[in-house]
């Protein structure tokens, strides 16, 4: 069946430096690859989000890259502040009518 | 512009009960997903509405059953609750791509 995996499960980096998640998914079919970010005791937000026809995709400190062939993704987040701290969780969806299959999500620390 | 808003937030109820919650999408949106967050995981998908009718479902038992309205809110029911439904509830309201999550419903059975 349709799976995400996600990868590490805990994060920790230094503040200013950057951290990258990397998810892998086994549908085929998939060709929107939204992230969330979710906050203790909060909804899960979306941070970024990247379609099938691009390879990457940049928003400020953030940004995805998606390689098909392999069937995977991975956010990275550069000059890394303290309020990156979260759980993040990478998705896969073949599209507009499809639900959305979401990761097991990655605890982030942010050291000082 | 409201987002999405669920209620109500927090919930006790015995093993046994049904239980009831409810969303209202946000504004425009015609798509209402539902997940289960257990502690410390994922999302897991439960069912989509779209025009009153479930439009996918995942690998949840009959116990789990929904609705959507005209107004496209949407409720989630459960009967029979065991342990193990424990959670975090979240609805999820989209219209194209990309889905607004709301707080969530907190249920916890006991």
């Known amino acids: 069946g349709e799976n995400v995996e996600q990868h590490p499960s805990t994060l920790s980096v230094q503040e200013g430096d950057s951290a990258v998640i990397k998810c892998t998914y086994s549908d085929s079919a998939s060709n929107y690859f939204p992230w969330y970010k979710q906050e203790l005791g909060k909804r899960p937000q979306l941070i970024i989000d990247?379609?099938?026809?691009?390879g990457e995709k940049k928003d400020q400190r953030i940004a995805v890259t998606l390689n098909k062939t392999a069937k995977h993704f991975s956010l990275h987040i550069t000059e890394t502040q303290p309020e990156d701290s979260a759980v993040y969780f990478c998705a896969a969806s073949r599209g507009r009518d499809d639900k959305i299959i979401f990761g097991k999500g990655t605890r982030l620390h942010i050291l000082p | 512009d409201a987002g999405v808003t669920q209620s109500p937030t927090h919930l006790i109820k015995t093993r046994g009960q049904q239980v009831t919650l409810r969303c209202s999408p946000k504004?425009?949106?015609?798509?209402v997903s539902w997940y289960q967050q257990a502690l410390g995981q994922g999302p897991q998908f439960i069912f989509q509405?779209?025009?009153?009718?479930?439009?996918q479902r995942g690998n949840f038992p009959d116990r789990f059953s929904g609705h959507q309205f005209p107004n496209y809110s949407s409720e989630l029911n459960v009967n029979a609750l065991l342990l193990g439904d424990s959670a975090l509830y979240l609805c999820?309201?989209?219209?194209?791509?990309?889905?607004?999550f709301g707080s969530g419903t907190r249920l916890t059975v006991v």
């Open positions: 504004s425009g949106h015609d798509t």
């Open positions: 999820a309201s989209s219209l194209e791509l990309g889905y607004t």
């Open positions: 509405y779209y025009e009153e009718e479930e439009r």
């Open positions: 990247i379609r099938s026809n691009v």
